[in-house]
Structure formats: structure tokens, C-alpha cells
């Protein structure tokens, strides 16, 4: 579903913006909405009159989110600017979660804030992530460009040199933005960091003992990382709360899938 013809107050959103938690354009008015899925997204200014339509099927909705999972309705949700405010509304069968644990059922509405917030549409097996940024104020510049600098990353995770290369050898699925992304087993994280470096004798033990210890270490801020939180079958599900955890808070980013293609050396 395209955008309104000749709207400056709605436009598409190129693929190559890349995740909004990286940042939005300087001097976008305050209250301009950025919706961002997998297959790109826009931008709404609070005065357009507009409602953003969210769902697995592109041609009826204006973002797309879980294209491949019919768990997700094929309009599962819209955006509208209601009052002085922007307000999600969940119209699908499948909850929608904000950061943390609070959900969004079936027929609710939640008021979004004024900041980055990435949605999860939950489904039995997976997440989809939809970016949702409303901007707060306007910047010195006005060059349509991303701006890393103006981000807030206060709420990253501290990971070693170690650490980062391994999570993100172990969330490259999720980071390429593959379908019903998985981590990759430890025996595949192992043979890929062999690869990169032979000589720091990198096994599946050394790799799962790795991401354990990141794990233990956000427990006691981060729920759903310990077995006692999770009901069982366990699965995936330690490693797929720890990656989501990662990549909500932009502590792993797209850029760093390219510490996968160097090498210390033989």
C-alpha cells in the first residue's frame, strides 16, 4: 500500500537507512513518526493525517513485519496520531511486547513514547521487530543523513573484544536479517571463529562457555536469561532472550557482522 501521492508529510524510508536505533535525520520536527520492518519503512509527520498500517502482507499495509509467518495477521496493527500523541494499536491475533516484558493483546492500544522503541510482534517460535522512533526535537542541521552521534547509547552492554566477536558470530542470523533468524549452533560458532583465528583454539565448549558467562553477567538486570525463567523446552531460548537483549539495545549492530570477515592471521 503506497503512501498518500504527493504527501511531503509521508515518505518511504530507503532500505539502506538501516536500524533506527542508529539515529534519524537532523532537524526533523519534533513529534515525525519513523516506523522501520525488514523490507524498509516511513516517515509521518504528526500533522498528516495519516495512519501507518503494519502486517505480513505488504500490499495492504504500509510496513511490512513477519511476511513469512501466518502467525502474524496480514494487518496486525496501525499506527495513528491521536491528540498530541502516537498510539499503537494491536488489531492482529498475536501480542505485540515493548522492551522488557510489558504486552500489547489483541485489541489494545498503547501510547508510544517519544524516543526509539522497538516493537516485537510475539509468535510461537520467534519475534518480529518492528522499529518504531518519534523524534523529540530539531537538530542544528538539516542534511537528510543518519546521524550516529545524536543517539543516546547509555543503555548498551560492555562486552569485551572477545565477547562481541563471538555474540556476534552467534546472532549473524538475526543480524542479517534472515527469516525466523536462529543462534547458531556451537559447533557452527566454533568452526567460523577457527577460521578466523586458528591460534585461540576456539571449540564448542570454549564458545558456549562464553556466551554463558555474558549471560550470568546481565541476569540480574536482563529477565529471561537463567533456566529458572524460562519454561521448558529451553531450547534456543536462553541464547534468543540474550541476542534480542543485544540488539534492542543496539549493543550489536549490523556494521559488526564485519568483525566476521577478518582474520588474526594464520
Same mark, same amino acid.
Given at each position: 500500500?503506497?503512501?498518500?501521492?504527493?504527501s511531503?508529510?509521508?515518505r518511504?524510508?530507503? %532500505?539502506?537507512?538501516?536500524?533506527?536505533?542508529?539515529?534519524?535525520?537532523?532537524?526533523?520536527?519534533?513529534?515525525?513518526?519513523?516506523?522501520?520492518?525488514?523490507?524498509?519503512?516511513? %516517515?509521518?509527520?504528526?500533522?498528516a493525517?495519516?495512519?501507518?498500517?503494519f502486517?505480513?502482507?505488504?500490499?495492504?499495509?504500509?510496513v511490512?513485519? #513477519?511476511?513469512?509467518?501466518r502467525?502474524?495477521?496480514?494487518?496486525?496493527?496501525?499506527?495513528?496520531?491521536? #491528540?498530541?500523541?502516537?498510539v499503537?494499536?494491536?488489531?492482529?491475533?498475536?501480542?505485540i511486547?515493548f522492551?522488557?516484558?510489558r504486552?500489547?493483546?489483541g485489541?489494545?492500544?498503547?501510547?508510544?513514547p517519544?524516543?526509539?522503541?522497538p516493537?516485537?510482534i510475539?509468535?510461537?517460535?520467534?519475534?518480529?521487530l518492528? @522499529?518504531?522512533?518519534?523524534?523529540?526535537?530539531?537538530?542544528?542541521?538539516?542534511?537528510?543523513?543518519?546521524?550516529?552521534a @545524536?543517539t543516546?547509547?547509555?543503555?548498551?552492554?560492555?562486552?569485551?573484544?572477545e @565477547? %562481541?566477536?563471538?555474540?556476534?558470530?552467534?546472532?549473524?542470523?538475526?543480524?542479517r536479517?534472515?527469516?525466523?533468524?536462529?543462534?547458531?549452533?556451537?559447533?557452527?560458532?566454533?568452526?567460523?571463529?577457527?577460521?578466523?583465528?586458528p591460534?585461540?583454539?576456539?571449540?564448542?565448549?570454549?564458545?558456549?562457555?562464553?556466551?554463558?558467562?555474558?549471560?550470568?553477567?546481565?541476569s540480574g538486570?536482563?529477565? #529471561?536469561?537463567?533456566?529458572?525463567?524460562?519454561?521448558?523446552?529451553?531450547?534456543?531460548?536462553?541464547n534468543?532472550?540474550?541476542?534480542?537483549?543485544?540488539?534492542?539495545?543496539?549493543?550489536?549492530?549490523?556494521?559488526?557482522l564485519?568483525?566476521?570477515?577478518?582474520?588474526?592471521?594464520?
Amino acid at each position: 500500500m503506497a503512501p498518500q501521492e504527493g504527501s511531503p508529510k509521508v515518505r518511504l524510508l530507503p %532500505r539502506e537507512v538501516g536500524s533506527l536505533a542508529h539515529g534519524i535525520p537532523r532537524a526533523t520536527p519534533p513529534g515525525t513518526l519513523f516506523v522501520m520492518g525488514v523490507e524498509g519503512g516511513m %516517515r509521518v509527520a504528526p500533522d498528516a493525517g495519516f495512519t501507518l498500517l503494519f502486517g505480513r502482507c505488504e500490499p495492504d499495509v504500509h510496513v511490512c513485519v #513477519g511476511a513469512a509467518d501466518r502467525h502474524v495477521s496480514r494487518r496486525h496493527g496501525y499506527i495513528a496520531h491521536e #491528540g498530541s500523541r502516537w498510539v499503537l494499536h494491536n488489531t492482529g491475533r498475536m501480542a505485540i511486547r515493548f522492551p522488557g516484558s510489558r504486552l500489547v493483546l489483541g485489541g489494545q492500544q498503547a501510547e508510544l513514547p517519544a524516543a526509539y522503541t522497538p516493537l516485537f510482534i510475539v509468535t510461537p517460535r520467534q519475534e518480529h521487530l518492528l @522499529e518504531v522512533r518519534i523524534a523529540t526535537g530539531a537538530a542544528l542541521s538539516s542534511r537528510e543523513a543518519l546521524h550516529e552521534a @545524536e543517539t543516546d547509547n547509555s543503555d548498551k552492554w560492555k562486552l569485551s573484544k572477545e @565477547e %562481541r566477536l563471538l555474540l556476534v558470530c552467534l546472532a549473524q542470523r538475526y543480524l542479517r536479517q534472515e527469516p525466523h533468524p536462529q543462534p547458531l549452533t556451537w559447533a557452527q560458532v566454533a568452526y567460523e571463529l577457527d577460521l578466523l583465528q586458528p591460534r585461540r583454539g576456539w571449540t564448542a565448549k570454549v564458545a558456549s562457555y562464553g556466551v554463558k558467562t555474558v549471560r550470568e553477567r546481565l541476569s540480574g538486570k536482563v529477565h #529471561g536469561l537463567t533456566e529458572k525463567e524460562v519454561p521448558p523446552p529451553i531450547g534456543n531460548a536462553l541464547n534468543h532472550n540474550l541476542i534480542t537483549e543485544l540488539l534492542v539495545t543496539a549493543t550489536i549492530r549490523e556494521e559488526d557482522l564485519a568483525l566476521l570477515d577478518r582474520s588474526d592471521g594464520p
